[in-house]
């Protein structure tokens, strides 16, 4: 990093950043989540020292493996982890929950879409129609 520091002072600020950045929301997941590093070590293959790593202040971009098992382990869209690393423009007005969701729901099979579809149409029906109207 001294070397970059040197060569490249903004660049490696921003590789910094990010891999900070990755670092909070790594964290972040593996609260939510009630795991620990460990949880997620066995859960992805990885070495629980790897995973330290990424947590570290100083850590490196995890590799496209890791990014790929912490997807799986997580039940996120792979887009999602990879923005999180960096590797990844952000998505303008984009939302974790909504791209969650149709992660989910394209992991079905088209008969479970179909039903998926029903409960949402009927959600928003007896729901948000009635609200917008005044009704509720």
């Not at 479970?112 to 007896?126: F, P």
């Amino acid at each position: 990093m001294t070397y970059c520091k040197a060569a490249f002072p903004q660049s490696c600020d921003k590789i910094a950043k990010a891999m900070n950045k990755f670092s909070n929301w790594l964290l972040l997941e593996l609260e939510a989540r009630k795991m620990s590093q460990s949880d997620l070590a066995r859960a992805t293959g990885l070495t629980r020292q790897a995973i330290s790593y990424y947590l570290g202040e100083k850590s490196k971009r995890p590799d496209d493996d890791a990014l790929q098992a912490i997807s799986r382990v997580f039940k996120l869209p792979p887009e999602q982890v990879y923005r999180a690393a960096g590797l990844l423009p952000p998505k303008p007005e984009s939302d974790p929950w909504v791209e969650e969701m149709a992660h989910k729901l394209a992991s079905l099979p088209p008969n479970l879409r179909r039903v998926a579809t029903g409960l949402i149409d009927s959600l928003l029906r007896d729901e948000v129609i009635p609200a917008k109207r005044g009704t509720k």
